[in-house]
């Protein structure tokens, strides 16, 4: 059975784009344009990962969903790797890292981010 792959990200054409590589590659994907529409996404189809942007109807909704949906019994165990150039949007000089309580995510990529590195991290964190 196809892994399920919930992409949340207000870029549409990101959402296409990875839909169509992630498709290619056998996976079943969920798409979300806001945290909100993600976060039920989440509970009701409760995907196998999940590709989750930061800044999207706010700066910080990508960090507020990774605890929400690490705090939801439906969810929590999902893996979430956090896709985002939000660093480079706000000219940030660190990055982010994971974190139990602050961002309970498995990975953090930057975007742009190159198709077989985005592929290989959705591999790993699905082990």
């Known amino acids: 059975m196809a892994k399920k792959v919930l992409i949340i990200d207000d870029d549409a054409e990101y959402r296409e ?3 169509t590589l992630l498709e290619a590659k056998g996976f ?5 344009e806001n945290g909100e529409q993600g976060f039920e996404k989440a509970k009701s189809q409760v995907p196998d990962i999940i590709l989750l942007d930061v800044m ?3 700066k910080s909704e ?3 969903l990774a605890r929400s949906l690490k705090q939801e019994n439906k969810t929590k165990d999902v893996p979430v790797i956090i896709v ?3 660093r480079k949007e706000m000219n940030l000089p660190f990055g982010f890292e994971p974190d139990q309580d602050w961002l309970p ?11 077989d ?3 290989k ?3 790993e964190n699905l082990k």
């Open 62 to 64: 990508g960090f507020d």
């Open 17 to 19: 784009a990875t839909t």
């Open 121 to 123: 991290a959705i591999e």
């Open 105 to 115: 995510v498995k990975t953090v990529l930057e975007k742009p981010i190159k198709p």
């Open 56 to 58: 999207m109807t706010h």
């Open 117 to 119: 590195a985005l592929l």
């Open 28 to 32: 079943e994907v969920i798409t979300a």
């Open 84 to 86: 985002s150039g939000v």
